[in-house]
């Protein structure tokens, strides 16, 4: 059994790994960004990043959490709904800062942990144009 089918198999899908740009892709359909990440430690891959996306027309955003599997860049995307998704800091450390940058940056709350200012400054709020819509 390779380490997707694994994965897949942990999780309980049967949704298939779409490899494009070089990234093996899973859609999570129903799953939880937890659930994802205790089988990706159980598979011992290692945590990368998260890449969020602002969507175009107000469509929200879209979180993309890339992990390393013996050397594939494995992606799972999530459009979130609203301004909300579980953190996984209790399950990954490495998503400390990611987390809090995307926090600062997309005002997304990662539900189950507290926030310490990353890049702000005292009186700051969260949100990526605040500072440029001030100087204008």
């Not at 049967?14 to 490899?19: F, G, I, M, N, S």
């Not at 879209?62 to 909300?84: I, N």
Request: glycine share 8%; net charge negative.
């Amino acid at each position: 059994m390779t380490g997707l089918e694994a994965i897949s198999q942990k999780l309980g899908t049967t949704a298939p790994w779409r490899e494009s740009g070089g990234v093996y892709w899973l859609d999570p359909r129903t799953l939880g960004i937890r659930d994802i990440a205790r089988a990706m430690n159980e598979a011992h891959a290692r945590f990368v990043t998260i890449t969020a996306y602002q969507l175009p027309k107000d469509e929200g955003l879209r979180l993309e959490y890339h992990w390393d599997l013996d050397g594939k860049l494995l992606g799972v995307p999530f459009k979130l709904a609203g301004d909300s998704i579980e953190s996984i800091y209790d399950l990954c450390e490495a998503v400390d800062w990611i987390e809090r940058e995307i926090h600062e940056e997309y005002v997304v709350e990662f539900v189950g942990r507290e926030h310490e200012p990353l890049l702000l400054r005292e009186g700051d709020k969260p949100g990526v144009n605040l500072r440029e819509e001030a100087a204008r």
